[in-house]
């Protein structure tokens, strides 16, 4: 099948979750904002914007928690011995925090939010995610789905990059379906759909997200040099995207 | 010490009746500058002393990496409990046995090239090389700047329970370094690696600071590119990026997995005939000199795809058994995760040969315009086996149109690695072994490809 029109996008909770990543998560990292990590995994398309600026609909917020008690990025204190709390990234669309350690806390004028972890003894403490995750919202999925004239349902995704401000992103779909008038069409199965979109312009499109997080999708993220391995939670709920151009 | 804690192991482990044994002890002097915003944020050292082993009896098998223990008693209580846990397992599917001896010789054992005579005294002098490159990328046009350069030494000793009984020794570097503008859009970048600093490193890390300061300048007012098919030349970076993956698939263990689609593609032509890539373990002046593999077998230069032709996997000893081959000196004890190893077959150095073209050359191919990309990062898969693939360029990027240079950014590689392959049009005569993090290494030189697919963000 094939999409010359824009068309409706709901992405599944993984979907979600690596969106929350890779396109909040990454960027929101202090470190990466102020320069230390531009040769490796590179900057950040925060670093020219101020704290408060707008950069998706109000119905898209995301936050990273180490809190969450049996997930793989949990922790009580993180590695510079701060005391972990829950960071609200993006409130509403609008950029709220960074992540922090002590020494991108003091840069910042702020303080540590305790985002400072070491994969190993020999490893210095850089500023990691933990669990990050899109906020859940008031629909349930078939609320989302029959508001929907012609549209794709993307469960989960095969290929995905982005690059290295964290603005250009990419993700393939696995198991895609075709929704029509309101309804998921199960047997109609929509292969590798590919959603190529800029940052600003994926959760500017935003208007809908489900009423709960799968907190499930496990993952490992890399960063620094040499590189660390911090293992993480990538999750979110459903999340209805307007509008949409297909790669 | 060295020859003394092997020993003492394989002693250990042929006591218990285990059928095969390889201990590798290895110390690692390691040090690393790390720089951003022109200034050095790190300079560290590691002392690192560890043992890889690999055990196996009746078919099961168990391999681990462990840091030396304080005493004998608690290297055997070690040892131990990876036995009795290899014990419980299945037979591996990958297991057969390990290279049964007596000693060969290795040609390439008393190479003089990989060993920096000036390693301790160079380390005095790295912090000036690195705020030279700064200072030269400053000087060409860049306005921040950050990179790293790594430098080290390894001390060898493997020995196996076949009779194996060796050491071996070299250093090597890696220097890498990115030119920025203020903001965010308009970098340039270099990358080198090599086995001795005091020699090879100096004037190539200054040049390349100067390299990434100009290429960041050129990069002024770059204009969103058009999403299409184009002719490209890749820089070796790129090349790196892209061109390590079909060969390092010529691997039993990926058809194995399910990850490779070279299985039955042995004799095929996968690129023009001009197009050579070995796996070549002992190139001098790279950062990678093994005269063994890790079960002792001597290795040598082996052509993967040579003349475009599929020529050969790379086997261990077991894959050979398994597939009726001969090992080719490919034996590695990889990580297979939660600090196991697994001993399977992979690449020492993939080594893409040069061709007779200089970059005026490939620019001037022919009167179409072609797109230069210095370099990539993040080469994804959509299907692994079909070769579809992207990776999305940064730093240089550069519409060349009757001889102008055109600055242009924000567009990604959407194509298929057998395609571009198939593809490619002419070699630079210029192959050099890059390293930049994780994302890619080995010797590569800039290429020119017909028809790439280029795409952009939608929204």
Redesign the interface.
């Known amino acids: 099948m094939k999409f010359d029109k824009p068309i409706d996008m709901i992405v599944g909770t993984e979907v979600a979750g690596i969106i929350s990543h890779e396109n909040v998560g990454h960027p929101s990292e202090g470190d990466r904002i102020m320069g230390r990590e531009a040769a490796q995994a590179g900057e950040s398309f925060w670093k020219n914007l101020e704290i408060g600026a707008t950069v998706g609909s109000e119905y898209v917020s995301v936050s990273d928690d180490p809190t969450i008690i049996g997930s793989p990025g949990y922790y009580k204190y993180d590695d510079e011995g701060v005391p972990a709390r829950k960071r609200k990234l993006m409130v509403k669309g609008t950029l709220n925090e960074p992540l922090l350690n002590r020494d991108y806390g003091a840069r910042f004028n702020l303080e540590s939010n305790a985002a400072a972890r070491a994969d190993g003894y020999d490893r210095e403490p850089i500023i990691r995610m933990a669990s990050t995750f899109v906020e859940p919202g008031d629909f349930t999925l078939e609320e989302l789905v029959e508001d929907i004239k012609e549209g794709i349902y993307m469960k989960n995704f095969t290929e995905w990059n982005i690059d290295d401000v964290r603005y250009q992103s990419k993700y393939v779909g696995q198991e895609c379906y075709y929704i029509k008038d309101g309804r998921i069409q199960e047997n109609i199965r929509i292969k590798r759909p590919v959603l190529e979109l800029t940052s600003v312009g994926l959760f500017t499109a935003v208007d809908g997200c489900t009423k709960e997080v799968a907190f499930k999708h496990t993952g490992t993220c890399g960063k620094g040099d040499p590189m660390q391995v911090a293992p993480v939670y990538l999750c979110g709920p459903e999340v209805r995207m307007r509008n949409i151009r297909l790669g | 010490m060295n020859s003394e804690i092997t020993q003492t192991i394989l002693d250990y482990l042929e006591k218990k009746d285990v059928d095969a044994v390889i201990v590798h002890y290895r110390h690692e002097r390691d040090r690393?500058i790390?720089f951003?915003?022109n200034q050095i944020?790190?300079n560290k050292i590691?002392l690192?002393e560890a043992i890889d082993f690999f055990m196996a009896k009746d078919g099961k098998t168990i391999g681990a990496g462990i840091a030396i223990p304080d005493s004998d008693k608690q290297l055997m209580e070690i040892l131990d409990k990876y036995y009795k846990t290899m014990l419980k397992l299945t037979p591996s599917p990958f297991y057969r046995d390990i290279f049964d001896g007596p000693q060969p010789t290795y040609p390439n054992l008393k190479s003089t090239k990989v060993r920096d005579p000036k390693f301790d005294s160079i380390a005095l002098e790295t912090p000036d090389l690195v705020n030279d490159s700064i200072e030269a990328s400053l000087k060409a046009g860049s306005k921040?700047n950050?990179?790293?350069l790594?430098f080290g030494e390894l001390e060898r000793h493997l020995q196996t329970s076949k009779g194996i009984n060796i050491s071996f020794s070299q250093t090597y570097w890696d220097f890498?370094?990115?030119a920025?503008d203020e903001?965010?859009d308009q970098t340039g970048?270099g990358n080198i690696a090599g086995s001795i600093l005091s020699e090879e490193g100096p004037d190539l890390i200054r040049k390349l600071g100067q390299q990434a300061g100009e290429t960041c300048k050129k990069m002024n007012n770059a204009k969103q590119g058009t999403a299409g098919t184009y002719d490209v030349i890749l820089s070796p970076y790129v090349s790196a990026n892209i061109f390590s993956e079909l060969p390092s698939q010529a691997n039993p263990i990926a058809v194995m997995f399910g990850y490779s689609g070279l299985k039955d593609k042995i004799g095929e032509q996968l690129a023009p005939d001009f197009v050579t890539i070995t796996d070549h373990p002992t190139k001098e002046h790279g950062n990678v000199f093994n005269p063994f593999d890790f079960e002792g077998v001597p290795t040598k230069e082996l052509p993967i795809i040579e003349k475009g032709i599929l020529k050969n996997f790379v086997h261990n000893t077991s894959t050979a058994l398994m597939f009726d081959a001969q090992s080719t000196g490919n034996s590695f004890l990889g990580d297979s995760g939660g600090g196991l190893r697994v001993l399977a077959p992979g690449n020492h150095a993939l080594n893409f040969n040069p061709g007779t073209n200089t970059l005026d050359d490939l620019v001037d191919f022919n009167t179409k315009p072609v797109i230069y990309i210095q370099n990539t990062?993040?080469?994804?898969?959509?299907?692994q086996i079909e070769g579809?693939?992207?990776?999305?360029p940064?730093d240089g990027m550069f519409l060349i149109k009757n001889g102008e240079w055109q600055p242009i950014k924000?567009l990604?590689i959407?194509d298929n690695l057998y395609n571009v392959m198939k593809n490619i049009q002419a070699v630079g005569n210029d192959t050099q072994c890059v390293k930049w993090?994780?994302e890619y290494h080995d010797w590569y030189p800039h290429v020119r490809i017909a028809d790439v697919h280029l795409?952009?963000?939608?929204?």
């Open positions: 690393q790390k951003s915003e944020d790190t590691w690192n921040r950050a990179g790293t790594f890498n370094i990115r920025m903001g965010t970048t990062w993040y080469k994804r898969f959509t299907n579809i693939f992207s990776t999305i940064r924000k990604r959407s993090w994780d795409t952009a963000a939608t929204k």
